[in-house]
């Protein structure tokens, strides 16, 4: 029972603000893990805290064993640790295929090839090829990223973060703002993804968080309140207490 | 769209779509060597272009693709400037082409060094820093007067013929064909660089540095890369510049060449190579034109051009006024030189 | 001896650029603009002030705030015709802009005045020194430590005591804020723009003697103005006043001490502080 990735007693503060407090979370390798809470609770700031965008207060955090605590952002990436964000951060002005593309590159080695023109080298467009089309946005690859629909930029940025074949996928929220009509997609694909790379997924939607994860932590006011098996978690009164002193949630 | 080998090869495809050569582009380059027997008695103006043409262009790579701001870029023109100059000189390294190379390098070295300073703070504290390190320069090279010839300029210089083969004519065509065959090298080995993966990575840090680290881009070792770069070629630009007119002086540190340099660059446009050398044409027409209206005090007009430009917007002036090079701006584009098809796009 | 001397010429240097780029430092910090052209004002109250003493013979002291007001009258009628269309585009929209209307003004000046220097003519007991307690110092630099010394205590009073000085230091800290409380943000800049020009425009009248005046003045001290504001940073008066101190003593001391470096130790500082504090010694400066 390997740890894909955890935290020790992580602490965050902005001025005199706690916004995570002695967070030790444990992701177990393989697992599909979900972070929920009420809104404002800190679980973007985890992620945040997780991928290095952040910097802790005090606390570490372990990749696969190993400490990533200083760790820049992109070699992080390369280790194995790859994220959405629950706001689009696409390239308007780029196709899917050269986003794919920069991160396959960058995957393989080769992103800093400065001699070589783009889509020269086989398996690079192998591996762009597989990801677009496992995300069916083949057919859209070479239209640029603004004109696509919204579910679709969802699935790109997924897609995205897929491309750079990572061992612990950090998914921001991925159906936030999605239309009904494209949300089957981007549950379709969250629920295909293999199953040797671990997922932790913050959502709202409580249907695909219920559905997707075998393990959920609940965060409030940036502290573990509650973890356990989804059916232990939705029966806790703490968290029921949590939710519905909230008002009506997801 | 069926079976693995389709697919691949239709993503090669349309990746290397962009980097094809378009007939614009070789036009526009048939008509800059065509420049040499159409113009005969405007060599030195021609020569003046094309080594601001590399300038600008060297502007272009980390302003417009790596969205860098720099008002200080003059610093590595006047260092490559002197460089050369000192190098002829003092009879260091004769042959222009070699002294080309090592003035180059020689800026390549400073922009290394400066780099750091630049990838820190803000927009503002990077416009400041820049501006801060041209002005240093200058104030050395005028203070180490007895190397640099303090306001007076390196002079003296006498130039070796070019691979020992040609010699600089006095009416300056020699001179505005080594310009021109430096402009179409490095202009080459810059292309190749955009359509590049690394060039991809730039033009994603550009448009989200926070979304390219995400993907696993470096991004500071990328931008430092780019800056580098882009020294050498503001460097070889003030070679070339002391070399075609045999003269060295602190006008190459100049807060006004860097902001003249700007000028160009929002004449012609960022991001797809061809700005720099379209805006180098237009800005020095437009000097001359201006130079015969006021010739002592040119300047202001240039100024009152950079205030329309800037109020009227960047974006809305070349769609009305450059309709027409837009078209062929818009072919070069489409030829995969481009980082920014869209409008509304803003630094 | 002369340590003392270099600190008097140093703090009367200082206080000068203080009054100088304190407008620009306010420009920055309320409406995130840089103004690179924020010398341009000052040029114009110099030559305001020159005409009137050298050609229509007025006293020293009545120009002076004539200087202020032709100053802040221009810069009244740029920031109400131009400058209030750039708010909200890029620095680099407005750093062009400004380099636009530098060029400008200083090829105008040049034509209109010539190249050479200008200088004013100062009355009788304000040439030459004087004896304070036993140290012989320029009477000038000594009338210029005292006007900068009462302006900044001056502008000090405006910001903390008076009305519109907490207004504009609520839409310093927060201009949508600010608005939400029902402060005019427009009407603050405009005016605080204007008395930042009327300023500058004072400091070139009083710095002609001093840092000299002509017309490429804008271009000259340009970087002074910018190193007092991005080092000093813009969210308080203390900051700019600081740096300018610290500009101030540094350039009198590093001619003085190694005259073959001269501004070289200006600007290496001004790096070396940037680098250190990317946002300014003490404060913010703008990085909205």
Known sequence: MTLALETVHLEKAFGGLRVTRDLSLKIEAGARHALIGPNGAGKTTVINLLTGVLKPNSGEILLEGSEITGMPVHKRVLRGLSRTFQINQLYPDMTPLETVGLAVSEHLGHGSDWWRRMGTRGHINDEIAENLARFHLLDAMNERTSTLP????????????????????????????????????????????????????????????????????????????????????????????????????? | ????????????????????????????????????????????????????????????????????????????????????????????????????????????????????????????????????????????????????????????????????????????????????????????????????????????????????????????????????????????????????????????????????????????????????????????????????????????????????IVLIGRERLHRWVMFVPRLVAGQFARAGTSAVVSKGETL | MTLLTILFDGVAYGMLLFVLASGLAVTLGLMNFVNLAHGAFAMAGGYACAILVNRMGWPFFAALPMAFIVSALIGAVMERSLYRHLYHRSHLDQVLFTIGLVFMAVTAMDYVMGSSQTFIKLPDYLQGQIDLFGLNVGRYRLMIIMICGLLTLALQMILSKTRFGSRLRAAVDDPRAASGLGINVPQVFALTFAFGCGLAGMGGALGAEILGLDPYFPLKFMIYFLIVVTVGGSSSITGPFMASLLLGIGDVAGKYYVPKLGAFVIYTLMIVILLWRPNGLFGRTATR
């Not at chain 2, 113009?39 to 417009?64: C, K, M, Q, V």
Request: glycine fraction near 10%; hydrophobic fraction near 55%; charge should be neutral.
């Open chain 2, 1 to 308: 769209m069926s079976g693995e080998g389709t697919m691949q090869s239709e993503v090669g495809a349309s990746a290397m779509a962009r980097a094809r050569w378009r007939w614009p582009e070789v036009m526009f380059w048939l008509l800059a060597a065509a420049a040499i027997l159409i113009f005969p008695n405007r060599y030195l103006l021609l020569t003046e272009i094309a080594w601001l043409g590399l300038f600008a262009l060297s502007l272009d790579l980390i302003l417009g693709y790596a969205g860098i701001v720099s008002l200080g870029h003059a610093a590595f023109f006047g260092f490559g400037g002197y460089a050369a100059g000192l190098l002829a000189l003092h009879g260091v390294v004769k042959e222009p082409v070699l002294a080309l190379i090592v003035a180059g390098l020689a800026a390549m070295v400073l922009g290394f060094a400066t780099s750091f300073l630049v990838m820190r703070g803000s927009d503002l504290t990077r416009l400041m820093v820049t501006l801060g390190i041209a002005l240093l320069l200058r104030e050395l090279a005028n203070k180490f007067s007895n190397i640099t010839g303090g306001s007076d300029g390196l002079q003296g210089i006498e130039m070796q013929p070019i691979l020992g083969l040609f010699a600089f004519d006095m009416f300056g065509k020699v001179g505005f064909i080594y310009c021109l065959v430096v402009l179409f090298v490095l202009f080459l080995l810059a292309r190749r660089l955009v359509n590049s993966p690394f060039g991809l990575s730039l033009r994603a840090i550009r448009n989200n540095p926070l979304r390219a680290s995400a993907i696993g881009i470096p991004v500071n070792r990328r931008l430092i890369a780019i800056y580098t770069v882009s020294a050498f070629y503001a460097g070889v630009a003030g070679a070339l510049s002391t070399q075609t007119t045999a003269l060295a002086s602190l006008d190459g540190f100049a807060f006004e060449r860097s902001a003249d340099l700007m000028l160009v660059l929002i004449i012609g446009g960022t991001g797809y190579l061809y700005g720099g050398l379209i805006g180098a044409v237009i800005f020095k027409l437009l000097q001359e034109f201006f130079s015969a209206i006021t010739p002592q005090f040119w300047q202001f007009w240039i100024g009152a051009v950079l205030i329309v």
């Open chain 1, 150 to 250: 919204y579910g679709k930029q969802r699935l790109l940025e997924i897609a995205v973060a897929i491309a750079a074949k990572p061992r612990v996928l950090l998914l921001d929220e991925p159906a936030a703002g999605v239309p009904e009509s494209e949300r089957h997609d981007i549950l379709a694909a969250v629920a295909s993804l293999p199953r040797d790379v671990t997922v932790l997924l913050i959502e709202h939607d409580m249907d695909l968080v219920f559905s997707f994860a075998d393990r959920i932590s609940v965060l409030v006011n940036g502290a573990l309140l509650v973890e356990g098996a989804p059916d232990e978690v939705a029966r806790d009164p703490q968290v029921k207490a949590v939710y519905l002193g909230e008002g009506a949630d997801a």
